[in-house]
């Protein structure tokens, strides 16, 4: 869903610097060959997403939901030297077109992929994390946030894709479905927990850009 009038999106869209060949090569593809392609980050998302990695230069990441890599390239472009970004995704049915791309834009040693329920794998994973993206199931969004949290540096960011959900975010509670109602409940989960500051972008189908204390 756009927020903005079409034209002062594509205003801002010429006004941000451009993604790579390697990412815009990924996002036709994505879009030519892949069911639901809409899940992309695509351009705009993609540069705030390496922007933050810019500026947070974080040595390690984790991101929840692969697809088709795109939001893991652009993650990458703000890692440490020697740093490495984790991947978990529930399927390994796009793990073809992720080699493919994470070979062609050179981040494959900075990358680990995960196949599995992430429930059950972050729990194994022990390292300390300075920037998280969720961006899979939404009905647990708010157990990825509790599961990483201890995870994270003082002064982490954690960031979570689509929490306006195409505007039904807006609807009487009553009215919601699953997802809906989930996503709802971890925007009001994090409003209400001092331990963090955050703001919701109404980038694309929103972002959330929570920073640890």
């Not at 959900?165 to 996503?183: F, N, P, Y």
Request: proline fraction near 2%; charge should be negative.
């Amino acid at each position: 869903m756009d927020f903005l009038d079409s034209k002062i999106s594509q205003y801002a869209e010429e006004h941000t610097t451009d993604e790579s060949t390697v990412l815009k090569e990924l996002n036709a593809e994505t879009y030519s060959n892949i069911p639901y392609p809409q899940m992309l980050s695509g351009h705009m998302q993609g540069r705030i997403l390496a922007m933050i990695s810019k500026l947070v230069k974080p040595k390690y990441i984790l991101e929840i939901g692969t697809y088709t890599g795109y939001s893991a390239i652009c993650l990458c472009e703000g890692l440490q030297e020697g740093g490495k970004l984790f991947t978990i995704d529930i399927n390994n049915e796009l793990e073809a077109i992720n080699k493919k791309y994470f070979d062609k834009a050179g981040v494959s040693d900075k990358i680990e992929r995960v196949t599995g329920n992430a429930l059950e794998i972050i729990p194994m994973l022990e390292i300390n994390f300075d920037l998280v993206f969720i961006d899979a199931d939404k009905t647990n969004y708010a157990n990825y946030y509790d599961m990483v949290f201890d995870k994270m540096n003082s002064g982490g960011i954690i960031l979570a894709d689509n929490v306006l959900w195409s505007g039904k975010i807006l609807e009487d509670k009553k009215d919601m479905d699953e997802d809906t109602r989930a996503l709802f409940e971890f925007n009001k989960k994090i409003m209400s927990d001092d331990r963090v500051e955050n703001i919701l972008l109404p980038v694309r189908d929103g972002l959330m850009i929570i920073r640890k204390k």
